[in-house]
């Protein structure tokens, strides 16, 4: 339930309820629920705990896009704020955009080279990417297991890929 608090004897209002402290507590297993608590939040304070809060949620929920705008002008506006960094890295890395992803990690490891996020983030992009270009480079395997043609399985994948090429530029 979501606490009610009243403001001292100068302010009659009611403060409402703490969505910053809810967003934080659902943040690690209720990242929807979070994302709610943390837009209650921002548009009733928007501190720079708030936009992080925010930006955090909304890249657990799969929206790494808005987590990436949000931490950017947060990251300028607090370049020595190691967390945001941090938290910019993973959320470029979850949007694809792997040199970017190691750029702020890397600050955020050299604004608090103590913590440990950043180095794991880090160790785990390089080793996709090695991965990732080892596989490019030897190329399409197909298991000996498949039981498909793999020569039509190919001409169906382009003609989806196409089909929705076409559908997106529409």
């Known amino acids: ?6 403001g001292n004897g100068d302010d009659r209002r009611m403060a409402g309820p703490d969505f910053f402290s809810d967003a934080k507590r659902l943040l690690g297993r209720d990242p929807r629920g979070a994302l709610a608590a943390a837009r209650l ?4 304070n928007p ?11 909304a890249r657990r929920v799969g929206d790494a896009a808005q987590a990436v705008t949000l931490l950017e002008s947060l990251a300028a506006a607090a370049p020595r704020a190691w967390g945001v960094h941090y938290e910019l890295g993973v959320a470029q890395a979850a949007r694809g955009d792997e ?20 180095q794991h983030a880090l160790r ?15 190329g399409a395997v197909v298991s000996e297991t498949y039981g498909g043609d793999p020569k039509k399985t ?3 994948l382009q003609s ?10 529409r």
């Open 160 to 169: 989806v890929l196409a089909t929705e090429i076409v559908c997106t530029l």
């Open 99 to 118: 040199t970017a992803a190691m750029a702020a990690l890397e600050r955020a490891a050299a604004l608090n080279p103590r913590a440990t996020g950043p």
């Open 124 to 138: 785990d992009i390089k080793a996709l990417s090695e991965r990732a270009r080892k596989s490019l480079a030897d």
């Open 1 to 6: 339930p979501l606490e009610w608090r009243c």
């Open 47 to 57: 501190t720079p705990e708030a936009i992080l809060l925010l930006a955090t949620a």
């Open 154 to 156: 190919v001409e169906i």
């Open 41 to 44: 939040a921002h548009a009733r």
